[in-house]
């Protein structure tokens, strides 16, 4: 079975530019939550959507917004990037309440 | 404000000994801990968990000890192997919100042939 995917795997932006990032769920899973790991910290929860509908936000600015859509992938999407944006970003899916799956991540630098 | 801190920061181990690394938490309601395994380029991997209402759980060489009293909870790796070294990250979540983790900031472990 296929795990999490996320496309893209590397991304390089310059600081004020918007950026997409997406992400395809286990088959099956409904929830999909995302989240920031700045190098050589834990991972750190920015959103989680369920059945389309945001179900949690983390302590993240309103530049960070997300959706889910019908087939149950989602994008995350981040505007004005600053250099701090700098991280790999995670996506996990699960199934109801379960533990989270993680994808490999979108490396994104901010030059 | 940190609420899950993890020591040590890296550990160094040879092949066949036993890896420990601690966490301690401050949010009472937490009542999910689960540990990570993270490669290099690659997500965390769920590697063991354990719940407040048991004090062990082993899982083949793994192995997490929790003390709630405490609030601190451990992960063990017995008969540590190459093959184990990685950043090891604990975590925590409360209310049924599994998805929703708190994650120390990781530990280093390199294992030596």
């Known amino acids: 079975d296929a795990g999490v995917t996320q496309s893209p795997t590397h991304l390089i932006k310059t600081r004020g530019q918007h950026v997409t990032l997406r992400c395809s769920p286990i088959?099956?899973?409904?929830?999909v939550s995302w989240y920031q790991q700045v190098l050589g910290q834990g991972p750190q929860f920015i959103f989680q959507y369920y059945e389309k509908e945001e179900r949690g936000r983390g302590n993240f600015p309103d530049r960070f917004s997300a959706r889910q859509f019908p087939n149950y992938s989602s994008e995350l999407n981040v505007n004005a990037l600053l250099l701090g944006d700098s991280a790999l970003y995670l996506c996990a899916s699960s199934f109801s309440e379960r533990p989270p799956y993680f994808g490999p991540g979108t490396r994104l630098t901010v030059l | 404000q940190q609420q899950v801190k993890q020591s040590p920061q890296s550990l160094i181990v040879q092949k066949g000994g036993i890896s420990i690394i601690n966490c301690a938490y401050e949010?009472?309601?937490?009542?999910?801990f689960p540990w990570y395994q993270q490669f290099p380029g690659k997500g965390p991997a769920l590697l063991i968990a354990?719940?407040?209402?048991?004090s062990e759980k082993k899982e083949g060489r793994f192995t997490i000890s929790f003390n709630k009293s405490a609030k601190q909870f451990s992960l063990h790796i017995m008969d540590s192997q190459p093959g184990d070294s990685a950043t090891y990250f604990c975590a925590a979540s409360k209310g049924g919100s599994n998805y929703k983790l708190t994650f120390g900031k990781g530990t280093l472990l390199t294992v030596n042939p």
């Open positions: 354990i719940r407040p209402d048991v």
């Open positions: 088959s099956g899973h409904k929830s």
């Open positions: 949010n009472t309601a937490f009542d999910y």
